[in-house]
């Protein structure tokens, strides 16, 4: 179970054409359940059997695989049925690590997914995220500016 007190659900998730386009309401409330349902962490991906979401959902278990599989073939889930591992696709869009110590619980996260197939694709969105992120915050290397933990923004203002 996570210690996530919130997720970030994106607005846009009803103008998107995957989410828009599963062609059964109950695929469209398993994706918002996995989105913000309590096995949740900050890396997207997180060990689900079938009877926990069912009972969750109280859900009959076909009702719950046909809804997952149509996640699926939508491309909004990455499933692996051998470690019941999901992972939220492109998750980190809109939880990219926030700083250095979050970025770090993350990346203990991904290290223990048991799946490769997952692992390997958690991994990838990360670094990308990650890269984005530390490029933002950071100034380029021998400046004047460049003080490990401090953000361009808290440079600009002043503030420690």
């Known amino acids: 179970m996570s210690k996530r007190e919130f997720s970030k659900v994106s607005p846009a998730v009803w103008r998107s054409g995957?989410?828009?386009?599963?062609?059964?309401s109950a695929a469209q409330?398993?994706?918002l359940y996995f989105l913000?349902?309590?096995h949740q962490n900050s890396a997207g991906c997180f060990?689900?059997?079938d009877g926990y979401a069912c009972s969750d959902l109280r859900w009959e278990p076909a009702m719950y695989t046909e809804a997952r599989e149509r996640l699926v073939r939508a491309d909004l889930i990455t499933f692996d049925p051998a470690t019941e591992e999901i992972y939220i696709d492109r998750w980190f869009r809109h939880n990219a690590p926030m700083?250095?110590?979050h970025s770090v619980g993350t990346r203990r996260i991904i290290e223990a997914i048991e799946s490769d197939v997952v692992r390997e694709k958690v991994e990838?969105?990360?670094?990308?995220?990650d890269e984005i992120r530390t490029a933002k915050?950071?100034?380029p290397p021998n400046t004047p500016f460049h003080t490990a933990g401090l953000s361009n923004s808290r440079l600009?203002?002043?503030g420690r």
């Open 18 to 24: 995957r989410f828009t386009g599963l062609e059964c």
């Open 29 to 31: 409330v398993l994706y």
């Open 36 to 38: 913000t349902c309590e």
């Open 47 to 49: 060990r689900l059997p």
């Open 99 to 101: 700083n250095e110590k």
């Open 124 to 129: 990838h969105e990360f670094l990308v995220a």
């Open 137 to 139: 915050i950071m100034p």
């Open 156 to 158: 600009v203002k002043g």
